[in-house]
């Protein structure tokens, strides 16, 4: 009778696959039993994996896997996959758990039950009533018709089942023949060779010797058959009978492929040999494995990797007699990939890809499974199990290899107890795999091959259980059998040296002997390295070429260690194979890591494994997420930040990280996250002041200052002091300075007593303050017994707050009776000089304590010079406030003349430039496009860590306090900032972003990774991102950053004048110019015209900018000449000669003051030349330029 389990899984079967006609009617009229019975599995499938990728295939596609699973089931029930199985098994669990999917199976129960008999029952009745129908049809026949029913039995329903792999009913109608019949045709020697082959046939997997004899026989009989001559030759060769094989495949045509394995084989170079076959044969899978057989049976197996080429094999899709060899093949080829390599590791995939081998295998036995062979093959089923413990974490697969009899027999016996010591040792079954691999210690002390494999699996145990007993065995029978460790042990021992056990292993080292003895060295070397003791650095490099390339690896990595990170780099990116995750890759990437410069080939490389699959080790990915950042390369970030959350949600780094960046790059997804962040356990102020962030910056405030609220412990002066400051002026301030009207129970009331303190409570309905304040407004008096004693006092209520109030009106009170905080200094004001008291305690409250009016006057300096301006525009802590609003104040930006950037980059006339822009570039092309309505030409280059940067700014910008700026107001620093700057900053960068999302293409160049330190700042991190965009082959920089010029010559940048006069029309490179003297900078492209006109509005008193066209003479040389045309120009149209003459010395004068001695020789001698003209004021202008040389001392 069936089990409650058997019938819930067979109703798992009949409703994946709707075989019950009822269930289809019952499903359509109760919706519920079916959402009820998909959550069943939904859970169950979560239960039978961890793995959050393969629930979602399971969960996206059910049916389509179920239905496949199904029809296997119902197929085969002795065949059924152990992953599967188990799946269904803990379905079935989930349903009997649930009361109405349970007694919907319990009233199934009879009719489940008769349908697996009845189908049992109807499958054996089958087989019977064949063999009965058989045995009447022969009986009543004569002799001929006999023969004749015989003949076709043999031809086709024998061969029929043979091919299906079903020799059971084969050999049954076998036997029938032979027990009853037999007589009938031995006298028919063509028919007794197929009744005999078809034998041989059917015993060539049950009984080795008799097939061949029955083969050997059909052949005697009926030499002439090409089948029978084929298998013939096959088994003298088996047999090592080579000349007779010869002899009888001579017969045979040279297509035949029995006959060309068998030759190619006996070839001096069957390498050769094989290479010289038709394609056709050699894409022959059959032809290959009959090939590989041969090889084995003369002992040429040396040289047999042209058999196995780098190919994906297409699997067959069903598995017969005529394609068992192709199969053979498949599961050969992967095995021979493998290398039997043994594991011990669950990470087992990376190091070695298992999946592909297993799903072979896996398809190969699930198609067994249907036939009479599902018993055979016991050697690639050991691997079968094997691959699959590993690339499926089925731990199901272990008690199956287990249960496999003659494992531990043969030639291979000691490589499956290996293979099960491994196996027993990731399944924590550590006693068994000790007991395990010591049974066969004895037995392979002679052998020094099966030595070295059994002592580099003691190394290898070793490793994975994180035990040295394994290791010190491996030591004492080394010493005890005088064994010398070989290179792969080498390998092995490298692998587990630590700082806990390098001395122990230094230590056991010394008494035992190596085949190379360099390689002992290097393991010295490596100790010495984890015991932070000193290096031998010449002798480990002197044998660095000596070796093997994954113990090269290992010396690389010490020698990169200890200073010699390029030589460890060279002689690492030779030997690895970038696309292959091994050992030696893993190390190379900690080459990498030490040496700056080689970060963008990191980070690359750090990439590529992870989305190939290779996300195992949290350090790497940690490693690639710092980098990313520094890119701001957000979405590859949040990838990464994703898999570490998910794989440890407790752990503060992951949370707080993964909180932060998808606040910026999905800051809609925050709300999933509110209630983990309320309940996070914060260790540190920087975390909790981060996540607040976060969630503040992104319009979650009611989060975030829940958030600060419910730690104020972790470090408590701080964080009441954030709390304080957010509340005062950050994004949290409406919610903690909220007023209510009325005082309820579980508010806050302030009250301020008759002589003028105050102080909040909390309003509780058993407090005397708190009954008299109930449904109390503000300015409203009370009179209440505070101390519990007789007398009453009045008081006034202030107002109704939250709890959050409270926090900041007990800091308040803190810092009043305390002198304040570390923050927050102790304020004492002398009442008799209070300014000056006030001035003082400033002072001192500045952090680097240096005279407040002094650093300001410096500033101003600063501003007024030109030395700092727009480069101000990345500072550190401010990237756009104030000194955005300073670019349209009156500080002078020195930006490199047109004509000299053309002089030095003439290939900026070409058509496929590209131009690069950093902040100061970006902001000006803006500013300009939004006030005169501009489109450009280009599309312009912008690193995506400016356009990141200025999105978290313009977060936070509205919470910004400038004092700076409001300096600046007062001097009139800003005197243009209210033409050109809308009063909402917020918004005005909001469209700065969207702009640049237009008109730029935002890019990640890992090649800033090589200039980026970690301890960058982000004002550093903007600069190298930025320049190493014009490292790239005709990409130039627009800005006008006054520190660029420093970089001119050498580097491709420009002003965002000179792109306007390079790209854009006349008309608008010339209001762009305008524009910029507006904006006070220096060194532009101003022309005679615009010299003329706008002296002549200084002489008519009208708005002019000769003061800055003056300026700018000093700096541009250019300029000189445009000066000198001008100057007749308005010499001749001038009616205030006093000006006019004052106006063009003076200007003159400053176009002179940089020239050096040997150019203004120069240009005064072209000048006489030129004013021996007697036309119109070309002796005024001599004379003024005579006054302006006087002028300068020249």
């Known amino acids: 009778m069936m089990g409650i389990d058997d019938i819930a899984i067979s109703f798992v079967v009949s409703y994946i696959a709707g075989s019950i006609p009822t269930f289809k009617d019952y499903f359509a009229n109760n919706t519920d ?133 079903h020799y059971n009913e084969a050999n049954k109608i076998i036997q029938i023949i032979e027990d009853s019949y037999l007589s009938a045709i031995k006298d028919d020697p063509i028919l007794f060779s197929e009744f005999e082959y078809r034998k041989g046939q059917i015993l060539g997997s049950f009984n080795l010797k008799e097939s061949i004899s029955c083969l050997h026989h059909s052949y005697e009989l009926y030499p002439k058959s090409k089948q029978f001559a084929r298998a013939e030759a096959w088994n003298l060769f088996s047999q090592k009978k080579i000349e007779e094989a010869k002899k009888v495949i001579s017969d045979l045509s040279d297509k035949d492929t029995t006959k060309q394995a068998i030759l190619i084989s006996l070839n001096k170079t069957p390498k050769e040999a094989y290479i010289s076959c038709p394609d056709d044969l050699k894409n022959d899978y059959s032809f290959r494995q009959l090939l590989l057989q041969a090889l084995q049976n003369i002992g040429k197996m040396d040289d047999i990797d042209f058999l196995f080429p780098e190919e994906e094999l297409t699997l067959p899709k069903d598995l017969n007699h005529s394609n068992l060899n192709a199969w053979f093949y498949i599961l050969n080829y992967h095995r021979m990939k493998i290398k039997d390599a043994i594991i011990f590791t669950r990470q087992a995939p990376i190091i070695i890809d298992f999946h592909k081998g297993y799903e072979a295998y896996d398809k190969f036995f699930t198609l067994l499974a249907k036939t009479d062979l599902c018993t055979q093959f016991k050697g690639f089923r050991a691997f079968y199990c094997y691959w699959g413990f590993f690339s499926e974490n089925d731990e199901t697969l272990l008690a199956e290899y287990q249960n496999i009899d003659g494992l531990k027999q043969g030639a291979q016996k000691y490589l499956f107890v290996l293979i099960e010591s491994a196996m027993l ?59 010398k460790i070989d290179t792969e042990t080498t390998k092995s021992i490298a692998m587990i040296v630590s700082g806990q056990n390098a001395a122990d292993i230094k230590s056991a080292l010394q008494a035992i002997d190596f085949v190379n003895p360099i390689e002992k060295n290097l393991l010295v070397q490596l100790c010495n390295y984890m015991l932070n003791i000193n290096v031998n650095l010449d002798s480990l490099t002197d044998c660095m070429d000596k070796i093997d390339d994954t113990l090269l690896a290992f010396g690389a990595m010490i ?33 990498l890591t030490r040496n700056k410069t080689h970060h963008p080939e990191l980070y690359r490389l750090l990439q590529k494994n992870r989305k190939n699959g290779f996300d195992k080790e949290d350090i790497l990915l940690v490693n690639e997420f710092n980098l990313a950042l520094k890119l701001a390369d957000m979405s590859n970030a949040l990838e990464i930040i994703t898999i570490l959350y998910k794989r440890h949600p407790e752990h503060e780094f992951e949370f707080v990280n993964m909180i932060t960046v998808l606040g ?125 004693s007789r007398r009453k006092r009045k008081v006034k209520v202030i107002g109704i707050f939250t709890k959050y109030f409270k926090v900041i009106s007990d800091f308040m ?33 500045d952090p680097d304590n240096k005279d407040r009016k002094k650093r300001l006057s410096e500033a101003l300096q600063h501003y007024a010079d030109g030395s700092v301006c727009l480069l101000n525009l990345v500072s550190d802590n401010d990237i756009v406030g104030t000194n955005y609003k300073l670019l349209f104040s009156q500080f002078k930006v020195y930006v490199l003349p047109v004509k000299t950037t053309e002089q030095l980059f003439p290939i900026l006339r070409e058509d496929d430039i590209q131009f690069v822009l950093d902040l100061p570039g970006l902001i000006m092309l803006f500013e300009f496009s939004q006030k005169y309505n501009v489109s450009y030409h280009s599309k312009f280059i912008l690193p995506k860590f400016t356009y990141e940067y ?35 900053l917020e918004q005005r960068i909001q469209e700065l972003i969207a702009w640049a999302e237009k008109n730029c293409e935002l890019r990640v160049d890992e090649t800033a990774l090589a200039v980026a330190d970690g301890d960058r700042s982000d004002h550093q991190l903007l600069f190298s991102n930025t320049m190493t965009q014009i490292l790239k082959s005709k990409n130039f920089l627009i800005t006008d950053d006054t520190n660029m010029r420093n970089f001119v010559n050498d580097m491709p940048i420009l002003s965002t004048e000179s792109y306007m006069y390079f790209k854009e029309s006349e008309e608008i490179a010339k209001k762009y110019t305008e524009y910029l003297l507006e904006c006070g900078f220096i060194g532009l492209n101003i022309d005679r015209n615009y010299i003329f006109s706008e002296y002549m509005k200084l002489e008519h008193n009208t708005e002019n900018h000769w003061l800055a066209i003056t300026m700018n003479a000093e700096r541009n040389p250019f300029m000189f000449t445009e000066a000198m045309n001008a100057g007749i120009m308005i010499i001749r149209s001038s009616l205030n000669f006093g000006l006019m003459r004052m106006s063009l010395t003076n200007l003159f004068a400053m176009s002179m003051t940089r020239m050096s001695t040997e150019l203004l020789n120069n240009i005064w001698q072209q000048a006489q030349i030129f004013f021996k003209s007697q036309m119109q004021g070309f002796r005024i202008l001599k004379e003024c330029l005579m006054d302006a040389r006087q002028i300068v001392g020249r």
């Open 425 to 483: 040792l990731v399944a924590k079954r550590e006693q068994e795999a000790f007991a395990t691999i010591v049974s066969i210690k004895n037995d392979i002390e002679k052998d020094d091959v099966l030595m070295s494999s059994y002592t580099n699996c003691l190394v290898l145990m070793s490793l994975y259980s994180s035990s040295l007993m394994y290791l010190n065995l491996m030591f004492d029978i080394c010493k005890e059998v005088k064994h």
């Open 33 to 165: 039993l079916k959402g009820r019975i998909d959550k069943c599995y939904d859970r169950a499938v979560e239960k039978w994996t961890q793995s959050f990728e393969l629930q979602n295939v399971m969960k996206d596609s059910p049916y389509q896997h179920l239905n496949d699973l199904c029809a296997y089931i119902q197929n085969s029930p002795e065949g059924k996959h152990p992953r599967h199985n188990e799946l269904m098994q803990i379905w079935a669990n989930e349903l009997r758990n649930d009361e109405l999917c349970y007694n919907f199976i319990i009233e199934q129960k009879e009719s489940l039950t008769h349908q697996k008999l009845d189908k049992q029952e109807k499958h054996l009745n089958k087989l019977e009533e064949m063999l009965s129908t058989l045995s009447s049809e022969m009986k009543g026949k004569n002799k001929n018709e006999l023969k004749n029913f015989i003949e076709t039995l043999l031809k086709e329903n024998i061969s029929e089942l043979i091919e299906h792999l």
């Open 813 to 845: 009170l803190e810092m009043r009776e305390t002198g304040g905080n570390a923050t927050f200094k102790p304020m004492t004001i002398d009442m008799e000089h209070p300014l000056k008291s006030l001035e003082d305690t400033i002072n001192k409250m």
């Open 559 to 591: 020698l990169s260690a200890n200073g010699k990170d390029e030589y460890a780099y060279n002689i690492l990116n030779s030997k690895i194979d970038k696309d292959k995750i091994d050992l030696k890759q893993r190390i190379f990437l900690d080459v």
């Open 950 to 984: 200025l999105k978290r700014y313009q977060k936070t910008v509205k919470y910004n306090i400038d004092p700076s700026y409001y300096e600046a107001f007062k001097s009139g620093n800003i005197k243009l900032y209210s033409k050109f700057y809308d009063a909402d």
């Open 664 to 788: 910026q790059v999905n800051p809609e997804e925050l709300a999933a996250y509110e209630k983990e962040a309320l309940a996070f356990e914060y260790t540190s102020y920087q975390a909790l002041a981060t996540t607040y962030k976060a969630f503040a910056s992104n319009n979650y405030a009611e989060t975030a200052v829940e958030i600060l609220y419910k730690n104020l412990q972790i470090d408590e002066e701080r964080v009441k002091t954030f709390f304080y400051l957010e509340s005062t002026m950050g994004p949290i301030h409406d919610i903690v300075n909220k007023q209510y009207e009325k005082a309820e129970i579980g508010q806050y009331v302030l009250i301020e007593y008759a002589n003028g303190d105050r102080k909040v409570y909390r309003i509780t309905s058993d407090s005397p303050l708190g009954i008299a304040v109930i449904g109390k407004k503000a300015n409203d008096i009370v009179e209440v017994n505070l101390d519990y």
